[in-house]
């Protein structure tokens, strides 16, 4: 237990605490950056730029390409007939119409449903979660919330304690904001958190309904292994890089804001690796880059939802991205979308960080 609370007494400092240490050395007033509800607007983004534009998308290609061939060629692996299908639970079904239903809600502007019309997010999500659990119960014969209920449950605090924790994040850079919320601090922090508690459940039901293709276990079950010769200073050195990114992140917004989405698994990843604990890298040293792949595309495929039912929304959130805003799908440019990708890694993290709680001997 006391290594456990040394581990997130560690994590939680430099996430949190660089930041804002950085800020303040640059001479920035602090509580600018800890304005809560988060509304003022202060940091002027960069314009649109061509050079960074074509510099992002060839990162982006190089990552995305190899993705896509694994995924092309693990589709022409799969042969033979397909196994038994399990039947589509009934409570699935009851996800599909309350989602539909709640996709009209949150899409319409009727004069009966205007006073609950800025709370659609988590019964919208709600149903997402319920239904990407049925997708699963009919591929496999189970699920996350019906064989893990209790880790299936515990997801949705702590997936508010986490997205939270990004929202901290973003005031250094204000890449994203809010419109059509206005509520006062208590209203705001309440119902704000449920909705974010479902970030985690959502990312976490699609990964294993994802992790279970046929596709992605022919693709990315035996890759090309990465073994770093020197793990640990390695660790040490990711580490130091990221921290610095972090403290420097509301210094130089403009530049550093990708670290919103890098840094944080970068420094839990090596935190862990240097404790010798399992973190969200270690299966591809044996080239199984199953758990990596199933989590960045879950979260994707969420983030492609999320950007979608966001666009006709009344409480809705738009996005302010130095250097790159153009090309929009919904309101996310498409450079954008990259971000999520790392963001479904760090969502394992915390998933693996939750299960250790309620199996401390998992290693």
């Known amino acids: 237990m006391g290594n456990r609370f040394t581990e997130w007494l560690v994590l939680a400092g430099m996430l949190i605490g660089l930041p804002a240490i950085g800020v303040m050395l ?29 510099a992002y998308t060839v990162f982006v290609l190089a990552v995305a390409v190899p993705i896509c061939i694994r995924l092309w060629t693990g589709s022409r692996r799969v042969t033979g007939p397909g196994k038994e299908r399990y039947p589509f639970p009934w409570w699935g079904w009851m996800g599909l119409v309350s989602g539909a239903v709640f996709w009209i809600l949150a899409w319409t502007r009727m004069p009966w449903f205007s006073d609950l019309q800025s709370h659609t997010f988590f019964p919208l999500w709600l149903s997402y979660i319920v239904v990407m659990n049925a997708l699963g119960m009919r591929r496999d014969g189970r699920c996350l919330m019906v064989n893990q209920p209790g880790f299936f449950l515990l997801l949705f605090p702590f997936s508010a304690a986490f997205w939270w924790f990004f929202e901290y994040l973003n005031r250094f850079v204000q890449n994203w904001y809010y419109t059509g919320v206005h509520f006062g601090p208590g209203a705001y922090f309440l119902l704000a958190t449920l909705s974010f ?19 992605i276990n022919a693709g990315f079950r035996s ?8 793990p640990r200073a390695l660790a040490m050195v990711t580490i130091v890089c990221a921290a610095a990114g972090l403290l420097l992140i509301g210094v130089l917004p403009n530049l550093l804001f990708p670290l919103v989405w890098v840094a944080p698994l970068l420094i839990l990843s090596s935190v862990r690796g240097l404790l010798g604990k399992r ?64 963001f479904g890694l760090e969502c394992l993290a915390v998933c693996q960080l939750v299960a250790e709680l309620r199996r401390p001997n998992i290693a």
């Open 223 to 230: 890759v090309l292994p990465i073994r770093p010769a020197k």
């Open 26 to 54: 640059a001479g920035e007033p602090l509580g600018l950056y800890l304005e809560f509800p988060p509304e003022t607007r202060f940091i002027h983004h960069a314009p649109f730029s061509w050079p960074a534009f074509a």
């Open 279 to 342: 973190q969200v890298f270690s299966e591809i040293a044996g080239g199984d880059w199953r758990p990596v792949m199933s989590a960045a595309l879950a979260a994707l495929l969420c983030g492609l939802f999320w950007e979608m039912w966001n666009f006709f929304s009344l409480a809705r959130w738009e996005y302010s991205v130095p250097l790159v805003q153009r090309f929009h799908i919904f309101e996310m440019p498409i450079l954008g979308y990259a971000g999520y990708l790392p």
């Open 197 to 215: 508690s479902t970030v985690l459940p959502a990312v976490l039901s699609t990964q294993e309904w994802i992790g279970g293709a046929s596709t």
